[in-house]
């Protein structure tokens, strides 16, 4: 269901970024202490891929 849904935003011309955010549950866990991921196992795949999210969306940002 999720490739079909992506492959419908993408057909309709909305943006898609190039990433995703795997399942993980220490991402669950961090949010259960009010800690980040990034904070809390910085070296977790999930904090990488949170890292790489925050970059896309800064450079989008300094673009508009």
Known sequence: HHADALNAIRE???P???MSIG????FADA?????PLT???????RSQE????AEV???WAEAK
Not at 31 to 35: A, C, R, T
Not at 50 to 53: A, C, I, V
């Open 31 to 35: 949010v259960g202490m009010h800690k």
């Open 50 to 53: 949170l890292r790489d999210l």
């Open 12 to 14: 309709s011309g909305l």
């Open 39 to 45: 904070t809390l196992e910085p070296n977790n795949p």
């Open 57 to 59: 969306i800064h450079r």
């Open 16 to 18: 898609v970024l190039p």
């Open 23 to 26: 399942r993980s549950i220490r």
